[in-house]
């Protein structure tokens, strides 16, 4: 009896254990029904100088069929950090299944090397579906005859008529005109930190402090570095917590006074927006500075040749 429950239980979970990474593979139960969609959950454990990325599973095999990949789900357990991406799948098969291994992303910090990890496959036993067989079965009825009424011919008639008249029309405006040739201009698009930099200093003549708008103030500050974080390290900043952004960017800022400072930024602006804080004027005076001073070190560094090409 116990090894029948460790058997099952060997079955039902992989694991994939590294130095670094731990990588599970969950599902409910070893046995699915056909055409019914079942679940997965991939859990990636790491430690907090390591981030994971789960890539986007395109068709895993011709026996499955992938539903839904859920958002990750980054969690803290035991100075651990736990990383959790679930996948909806279904199966037309009537045999026995094989999910193929899945595989998962890692860096480290201060390390530009890219890592991997793969689980095993997981064996799963399908549920044939059942069927009745008191149920009787009828043949198909043949096609009934709608006899066509005068009505229904004028209807058509009209319908083809003007559906004439307005190709004749189109045909008669195209042509009356002449043509424009029509340039467009070309779009230029701005680097992140231009973009943010000039959204700062708009936010500054509004001169909302004064105004008393202190709330306001701050989250304008708070979402407009959520923005250009996210298109500056490419990662879904605007939808994350402040916890979440910061985790992502220790890995991405190694400067730790840099960092030191978006951290105390982000959170004095959580602190004003949720808890009600009242910060002391001059700390107010100081957030455009300290703002514009985070966006000109995380921009990217133009080398000397390229300013000289300029």
Known sequence: MM???????????????????????????????????FEITLEAVTSESISVQFPKYEQL??????????????TEENRKIKFTK???LINFKLDSLTVPPFRINYSKSGDSTKYFTVTDSLKLIVIPPTLDSAAT????????????????????????????????LVYY???????????????IILPPEVIAL???????????IEKGEVKLFY??????????????????????????????????IPDKELFSAI?????????????????????????????RLIINKTAPKISEEVKNVE
């Not at 099952?8 to 694991?15: A, C, H, I």
């Not at 095999?61 to 980054?74: D, W």
């Not at 198909?140 to 008639?157: C, G, H, N, R, T």
């Not at 951290?263 to 703002?291: G, R």
């Open 137 to 168: 079965y009828r043949d198909i009825k043949p096609p009934i005859e709608v006899p066509l009424k005068w009505k229904d011919i004028a209807e058509y008639s009209l319908y083809v008529l003007v559906a004439i008249i307005l190709c004749l």
């Open 3 to 37: 090894f029948r429950f460790a058997l099952v239980l060997f079955l039902l979970t992989s694991n994939i254990y590294s130095q670094e990474v731990i990588f599970k593979v969950k599902i409910d139960s070893q046995k699915v029904a056909v055409a019914t969609p």
């Open 219 to 252: 989250s304008r500050i708070s979402d407009l570095l959520k923005i250009y974080f996210e298109s500056r390290f490419s990662f879904l900043a605007v939808e994350q917590t402040t916890n979440e952004i910061l985790y992502e960017l220790k890995v991405k």
């Open 86 to 88: 679930k996948l909806t």
């Open 61 to 74: 095999s011709n026996e499955f069929e992938i539903l839904n990949q859920g958002k990750v789900l980054i």
């Open 198 to 208: 000039q959204q700062l200093e708009e936010l500054e003549k509004e001169k909302l």
């Open 263 to 291: 951290k105390e930024l982000l959170q004095t602006s959580d602190l004003v927006k949720f808890a009600k804080l009242i910060p002391a004027n001059y700390e107010s005076d100081t957030i455009i500075p300290k703002t």
């Open 173 to 187: 405006l195209f042509n009356r005109k002449k043509k424009i040739l029509i340039v467009e201009e070309e779009k």
